[in-house]
T-cell receptor, first 114, second 113 residues
Framework: AQSVSQHNHHVILSEAASLELGCNYSYGGTVNLFWYVQYPGQHLQLLLKYFSGDPLVKGIKGFEAEFIKSKFSFNLRKPSVQWSDTAEYFCAVNPSYRDDKIIFGKGTRLHILP | NAGVTQTPKFRILKIGQSMTLQCTQDMNHNYMYWYRQDPGMGLKLIYYSVGAGITDKGEVPNGYNVSRSTTEDFPLRLELAAPSQTSVYFC????????????FGPGTRLTVL
């Protein structure tokens, strides 16, 4: 079945550690890709997005993500995390043939230890 | 701009009761969406609308109804509440579909006892 997979459900890191959250999707063809973040008690907000062009995209708060088409992946990275990055992160995919909807992954809950 | 607003923030219902979750956006967005978020399950699309007067089912529409009489408002109706509908409900909007960013409301936490 077509889907969006986030490999880690729960990640715990210490401050200053490097972060990589995996995301794979199973849709063929052109896709638009997103990472959303939900801080505790807040609603979802866009972290970054990829539509076309440079496969390495930079978002807010020092986050970046790399689109690797051959691997159907869009992993999220940050070189040095902060306590304020504690949140839930959702990868989302918009397949080109479903231009009205975005498919969300199940989310990765990130907990940063001070 | 207030963005996407939702009311109420919290609600407890008894089995069989009905209620309407309100969603309003002031960004003149064409597309609006209702999701439910369950722990460890991510967001599942309930219903969506591509414009006033047009609605369509998402992944988990059973037990819910929607209407879109204006561009701004997209209420979600639960007719006969069931414990399985205990969840956090998010409304979202986007200018158009496709690759436009979705803007989310603050959510409504619903408990059905």
């Amino acid at each position: 079945a077509q889907s969006v997979s986030q490999h880690n459900h729960h990640v715990i890191l210490s401050e200053a550690a490097s972060l990589e959250l995996g995301c794979n999707y199973s849709y063929g063809g052109t896709v638009n890709l997103f990472w959303y973040v939900q801080y505790p008690g807040q609603h979802l907000q866009l972290l970054l997005k990829y539509f076309s062009g440079d496969p390495l995209v930079k978002g807010i708060k020092g986050f970046e993500a790399e689109f690797i088409k051959s691997k159907f992946s869009f992993n999220l990275r940050k070189p040095s995390v902060q306590w304020s990055d504690t949140a839930e992160y959702f990868c989302a995919v918009n397949p080109s043939y479903r231009d009205d909807k975005i498919i969300f992954g199940k989310g990765t809950r990130l907990h940063i230890l001070p | 701009n207030a963005g996407v607003t939702q009311t109420p923030k919290f609600r407890i219902l008894k089995i069989g009761q009905s209620m309407t979750l309100q969603c309003t956006q002031d960004m003149n967005h064409n597309y609006m969406y209702w999701y439910r978020q369950d722990p460890g399950m991510g967001l599942k699309l309930i219903y969506y609308s591509v414009g006033a007067g047009i609605t369509d089912k998402g992944e988990v529409p059973n037990g819910y109804n929607v209407s879109r009489s204006t561009t701004e408002d997209f209420p979600l109706r639960l007719e006969l509440a069931a414990p399985s509908q205990t969840s956090v409900y998010f409304c979202a909007s986007s200018l158009n579909g496709d690759y436009n960013e979705q803007f989310f409301g603050p959510g409504t936490r619903l408990t059905v006892l």
